[in-house]
């Protein structure tokens, strides 16, 4: 057993456990492949790039992925840190300046000094531990391979797409008002109304436009909460306009009305130079995204900053396979986080970093780790994740439905959110103050 960390990837979950760990003392070898060797859905080399969406969740008080936050935020994470630092209007949603989140992490894990950084390709995992393997949705070949190896079994995967960015300067905005839904918080969204003939127009075409293929050896499996916009459309013509499309609470100011149908873009930047099309996954070829976009109101002309685009999320059946406290049952020392897990969306991915190296800072000072209660957030993924059936185990964010409360009986859905989010608060605090002596204090 080392008495360093080695951590596989510098995404979300790989950036956190490096800080985690190194902010108690222990020394943090973290590797990352990319300059040496390129994803296909990274652009730069930063660590924590983030990928699908510059969104990170609803931050709204008392809702759930709102208690995951805040735990992270009491264990003072580096992701949710630099996320608040550079955050960008997104409504209630907690939504960030990419570059500026990213080289924020990654300065800050550079300039570490119990965190060496190594810019190569791990193929095999190393021996001995204890090993994070943080590798994401876009492990390696040679590592999936080695991975698969050491855990007997296939990975899972399904489909994750990107939403297109587009120039902000080339939007019409006589044909597009801001607004957030039923006028909470700031007008942060630009919402592009259609009426009812623009609408089926654009799902009559949507439904026509040619598609990337998949190879022939791929089953698409795509994740409900990051569907594809075309194959929604394809479960019928008002699919669109219950879902990403839908009108609901917005009102447009030139009308005094709902629209049919509503477009809606959020801030890429804090510069308002760019627009992401919200819920505009798609796997459409280059050249009908460019006409497809065209369609809707306002964005006519609009230039395209980056196109979408599909690639495959990859995931281990971790029931099946992990500890509660992801570490590999037939490999002590060798422990899993982020997306990998089986956890969907970024605050989730990070989380399981700050758990991962919780447990593996423990290990190291041979202690015993407690993982956290069932009614905490970080507790209740935790537990889907690790006592979920292996049958048809799925990629989950968190929910309230994971958690474990006496509150679900109570009708009112505030209170019950409230009661839920107070207790899961105080649940952590002492869940914090129990495992203190074995985690070591952190040098905040």
């Known amino acids: 057993m080392n008495d360093f960390l080695t951590i596989i990837g510098a995404g979300l979950a790989g950036s956190e456990a490096a800080w985690q760990a190194a902010e108690r003392g222990v020394p943090v070898v973290l590797y990352e492949m990319r300059s040496v060797k390129r994803t296909a859905a990274h ?27 805040e735990e ?6 580096i992701i949710i840190s630099s996320a608040d630092t550079h955050s960008v209007p997104a409504g209630s949603a907690l939504a960030v300046d990419r570059e500026l989140f990213s080289r924020e992490i990654t300065e800050k894990i550079s300039n570490h000094p119990l965190i060496t950084l190594k810019r190569e390709e791990v193929v095999s995992i190393p021996s001995p531990g204890p090993v994070i393997i943080a590798t994401g949705p876009l492990t390696s070949p040679k590592l999936s391979e080695d991975i698969s190896q050491m855990i007997g079994q296939e990975y899972l995967y399904f489909y994750d797409a990107l939403s297109p960015i587009v120039d902000a300067n080339t939007i019409d905005y006589d044909k597009a008002f801001f607004a957030s839904r039923y006028g909470k918080g700031e007008a942060d969204y630009l919402n ?13 075409e949507l439904n026509n ?29 008002k699919t669109l306009s219950f879902g990403p499309l839908k009108p609901v609470g917005l009102t447009d100011p030139r009308t005094g009305k709902t629209p049919y149908a509503v477009v809606q873009l959020r801030k890429e930047n804090k510069e308002s ?26 964005l006519e002309e609009v230039e395209i900053f980056r196109f979408g685009a599909i690639h495959r999320n990859t995931f281990i059946n971790t029931p099946s396979l992990l500890s509660n406290e992801l570490e590999l049952k037939i490999n002590p020392g060798t422990y899993f986080a982020g997306q990998i897990t089986g956890v969907e969306g970024y605050v989730e991915s990070a ?49 309230f439905g994971l958690f474990w409360v006496r509150e679900m009986k109570i009708r009112d859905k505030k209170v019950r959110n409230q009661n839920i989010s107070k207790n899961a608060l105080q649940q952590l605090q002492n869940w914090r103050h129990e495992i203190k002596d074995c985690i070591g204090s952190a040098a905040y």
Do not use: W
């Open 43 to 69: 652009k730069t080399d930063n660590c924590a790039e983030l990928v699908c969406s510059n969104s990170l969740g609803n931050n709204l008080p008392h809702s759930a992925p709102f208690i995951l936050k």
């Open 72 to 77: 992270l935020r009491s264990f003072n994470s």
């Open 192 to 204: 592009c109304p259609m009426n009812e003939k623009q609408y089926y127009d654009f799902i009559r």
């Open 209 to 237: 436009a040619e598609k990337v293929p998949l190879a022939s050896f791929e089953k698409p499996v795509y994740f409900e909460g990051c569907m594809p916009i075309e194959v929604l459309a394809e479960r019928g013509p």
């Open 273 to 298: 130079s760019a627009y992401n099309l919200v819920g505009f996954q798609t796997k459409l070829t280059y050249p009908e995204q460019k006409r497809i976009i065209r369609m809707i109101p306002g």
């Open 351 to 399: 989380s399981m970093g700050l758990l991962a190296s919780l447990s593996a800072t423990a290990k190291i000072s041979g202690k015993d780790y407690v993982p956290p209660p069932r009614d905490t957030a970080l507790g209740a993924l935790i537990n889907y994740l690790t006592a979920s059936g292996t049958k048809n185990f799925q990629p989950m964010n968190i929910n």
